[in-house]
């Protein structure tokens, strides 16, 4: 009986293990082939929008990079009504697919010098494929490890998820910088910004390869094996969780706004307005980020001892006060100085995306929990994440002060610590329980 019984807890565990590894590696995928294009903004820009203005050529690449992030809303409404009527594991597949068909496109896209204004549209348009992939693949992964890991592992085992996607911004860093550095630039600007893209190729088959060995979340199997499956995800998530949509778009606000200025933005500020080489400011940046990323289980550690609203809020307060200071030590100090003003700053990101990936699918029941992550958060994105650079460059262009982008990062601090107040749990790890009682329409039950 005991070996049986160890028998069952061991398959148990390499069941979530695998589970924890598939939703971690597609997340590197998405955020991989959705980086790079930020990372050759810069490279990218005269290409695809030549003219004697380079900010303006600029704020147009990064135009187009916040395009994508317009889909992300009809992506996750798509996805959720996938994950959450047909299976997590589904939903997981066909994004992280989709995604990587958009990649390919970006790699063979022609440039404005051979294909005139359909250049800059091609571009835009498959930029918007990996918007609407990208729509899904943060909610299923988020979702599918809440409902897969055991209740007091649900920080750490949602550390993973934002370790992927912090991994896939590095591993983006790396192979652009890989490939700057090994090209000249006029390399660089004819043929080199393709490769980064097509080297995507080989993380998209590993991913499909694991995902398609995981079996779908029990929750979701025994919600399908009653018929007790929504109808209509979307409809029902708005008729009755909409205070948990408006909560995960608060929080949603400030982790993305302090997650895509260290991870897109900083970058670019370092060689514009500090006046760094390149190739040294992309090294630099994948150092910091690879950094953070090895920071998220640790934070995961902290989020099942001492709850996700106190590390949330740690985070929060860090990066609002720390921004102003930081800005102003990265230009004119040395890049070592710089730098090591970018890494105290990022150190609020695992705080902050650790904290809330358990705490967002927390908030809804799981028949429509994929559904209401998906919807709040991509809509949060597209307010400050995809947008955060641009925001920067323009604050930065009309003020004319380098520091601008502080303000924008310490008001949406300020949001998401306004929406963490009105967000009351009293669970282990400070993360809700999934209520045994949940009806087809009731929201879940909170412990006040």
């Known amino acids: 009986m005991a070996t049986h019984t160890s028998s069952t807890s061991r398959t148990l565990e390499q069941t979530r293990r695998r589970g924890v590894l598939a939703a971690a590696v597609g ?28 900010t303006a050529a600029l704020l147009a690449s990064l135009a187009v990079f916040a395009s994508a992030y317009l889909m992300r809303p009809i992506g996750g409404i798509f996805f959720g009504r996938l994950g959450d009527r047909h299976g997590r594991k589904r939903a997981l597949l066909v994004s992280v697919l989709l995604m990587g068909v958009g990649s390919l496109l970006m790699a063979c896209l022609p ?27 943060l909610g299923g992964a988020l979702t599918y490890v809440y409902e897969t890991v055991g209740e007091k592992r649900k920080g750490l085992g949602a550390s993973f998820v934002a370790l992927g996607s912090n991994g896939g911004f590095a591993l983006a860093a790396i192979a652009v910088g890989t490939v700057s550095a090994l090209t000249t630039e ?25 995902r398609t060995r995981i079996e779908d979340t029990a929750q979701f199997e025994n919600a399908a094996a009653t018929d007790d499956l929504a109808k209509s995800p979307f409809t029902e998530l708005i008729r009755t969780h909409p205070k948990q949509v408006l909560q995960v778009f608060g929080l949603g606000v400030a982790q993305n706004a302090t997650g895509y200025m260290v991870l897109t933005y900083i970058g670019i500020h370092l060689v514009r307005q500090g006046g760094f080489d390149r190739t040294a ?58 730098g090591v003003a970018f890494f105290v700053f990022a150190l609020g990101t695992p705080l902050i995306q650790v904290a809330t990936a358990p705490l967002f699918p927390s908030l809804f ?41 502080a303000y924008f990062l310490a ?7 306004l929406t963490l107040f009105s967000i009351r749990t009293a669970t282990y790890g400070g993360v809700r329980r999934e209520s045994a009682s949940h009806t087809k329409t009731a929201a879940p039950q909170t412990v006040r």
């Open 27 to 54: 997340t590197i995928v998405e955020y991989y082939d959705l980086t790079v294009y930020a990372y050759l903004a810069v490279v990218v820009s005269p290409l695809f929008f030549p003219g004697n203005d380079p």
């Open 411 to 417: 008001g949406s601090c300020l949001i998401g610590l």
């Open 281 to 338: 400011v992309t090294w630099t940046t994948a150092l910091i980020i690879v950094l953070i990323a090895l920071l998220m289980p640790v934070a995961g550690l902290l989020v099942d001892r001492f709850g996700s609203v106190p590390v949330a809020a740690a985070g929060l307060i860090g990066s609002g006060i720390l921004a102003y200071p930081a800005m102003s030590l990265m230009g004119g100090h040395g890049l070592v100085v710089a």
């Open 111 to 137: 440039t404005y010098a051979s294909a005139g204004i359909a250049a800059p549209i091609l571009l835009v348009l498959a930029r918007l494929v990996q918007g609407f992939s990208a729509g899904g693949e």
């Open 365 to 405: 029941n799981s028949r429509v929990r994929l559904s209401g992550v998906a919807l709040g958060f991509n809509l949060a994105t597209i307010a400050t994440g995809g947008t955060a650079a641009y925001i920067a460059t323009w604050l930065i262009d009309r003020t004319g002060s380098s520091l601008s982008p």
């Open 186 to 210: 006029p390399q660089m600007t004819s043929w080199g910004w393709r490769i980064p893209f097509l080297l995507g190729v080989p993380l998209l088959l590993f991913c499909l390869w694991t």
